[in-house]
């Protein structure tokens, strides 16, 4: 099991950036496969980036290509989104999720994850 704490959501004009850490529990971290989701007021959760076990491999949905990044830091069981040259229709409250299992074709989905944090919020000004 493991445990999930968002930080770094907040206020910021458009065009700006932000950092998002997410930092989990326990000693295996590095056995989960680690994603990104948001959900804006009224609309349903949707994904954003994902990372692979060891953080080779990166995922991102088309509309934040090119301006998010998303990486792990296994020794310090911490997985980051960096988010530069932000919109308004970024706003939203960001999860971080994590699952043992997953399959590369349904990794989008937000049933695969298993365990979630809580969320941090992130409001774009235009």
């Known amino acids: 099991q493991v445990q999930l704490v968002e930080s770094g959501g907040g206020l910021v004009q458009a065009g700006g950036s932000l950092r998002l850490s997410c930092a989990a529990s326990g000693r295996t971290f590095s056995s989960y496969f680690m994603g990104w989701f948001r959900q804006a007021p009224g609309k349903e959760r949707e994904f954003v980036a994902a990372?692979?076990?060891?953080?080779?491999?990166?995922y991102y949905a088309d509309s934040v290509k090119g301006r998010f990044t998303i990486s792990r830091d296994n020794a310090k069981n911490t997985v980051y989104l960096q988010m530069n040259s932000l919109k308004p229709e970024d706003t939203a409250v960001y999860y971080c999720?994590?699952?043992?299992?997953?399959?590369?074709?349904?990794?989008?989905?937000?049933?695969?994850?298993?365990?979630w944090g809580q969320g941090t919020q992130v409001t774009v000004s235009s």
């Open positions: 999720a994590a699952t043992r299992f997953i399959a590369i074709a349904t990794m989008k989905a937000s049933g695969e994850y298993s365990y």
């Open positions: 990372i692979s076990r060891s953080g080779d491999s990166t």
